[in-house]
C-alpha cells in the first residue's frame, strides 16, 4: 500500500494508513531522540567538527532554531525519565518540553491516563 497515491484509496483504507502512519511517525521520533541522546553522550559531534549538539543539529540535520531546540529538550527529558519511552511510543504522551515542566509533574504522570502533553503535566 506504500506505493498507492493517496487520492486512490477508499475512505477506509485512507484512515487506515493514517492511523498506521501516525504510529510510525511517533515510533520514529522516539527513535530520533534515543539516537541524539547516544551521539550527545559520546560527543561525536566534535570529531565531525561541530563545537556543539545544537550546532550539530543546526548545520548537518538542517533543523531550524525552534524544532532543534525542542528536541535537545525532549531528547534530555526523555534520558531523565526513561519510562516515557512507553508512552511517547503508542500516542499516550507527546512530549513538549518547556521550562516550566518539573521532575515532580513527569514522575507524577501515570501510563494509563489518557493522552497528555507535557505542559498537561505542569503543576
Known amino acids: 500500500m506504500h506505493g498507492l497515491a493517496p487520492s486512490s484509496l477508499d475512505s477506509d483504507s485512507l484512515a487506515r494508513r493514517l492511523r498506521d502512519l501516525a504510529g510510525e511517525e511517533r515510533s520514529v521520533q522516539v527513535d530520533f531522540l534515543l539516537h541524539l541522546d547516544e551521539f550527545d553522550r559520546r560527543q561525536e559531534y566534535l570529531p565531525l567538527g561541530f563545537g556543539s549538539l545544537w550546532d550539530f543539529c543546526l548545520h548537518e540535520?538542517?533543523?531550524?532554531e525552534g524544532p532543534a531546540g525542542?528536541?535537545?529538550?525532549?531528547?534530555?527529558?526523555l534520558r531523565r525519565f526513561p519510562r516515557l519511552e512507553?508512552?511517547?511510543?503508542?500516542?499516550?504522551?507527546?512530549?513538549?518540553?518547556n521550562d516550566r515542566s518539573t521532575t515532580r509533574n513527569v514522575r507524577s504522570f501515570r501510563p494509563d491516563q489518557a493522552t497528555l502533553e507535557m505542559a498537561q503535566l505542569d503543576g
Open 61 to 64: 540535520l538542517h533543523l531550524r
Open 70 to 77: 525542542r528536541r535537545i529538550a525532549a531528547m534530555k527529558a
Open 86 to 97: 512507553s508512552p511517547l511510543r503508542d500516542g499516550r504522551l507527546c512530549l513538549l518540553w
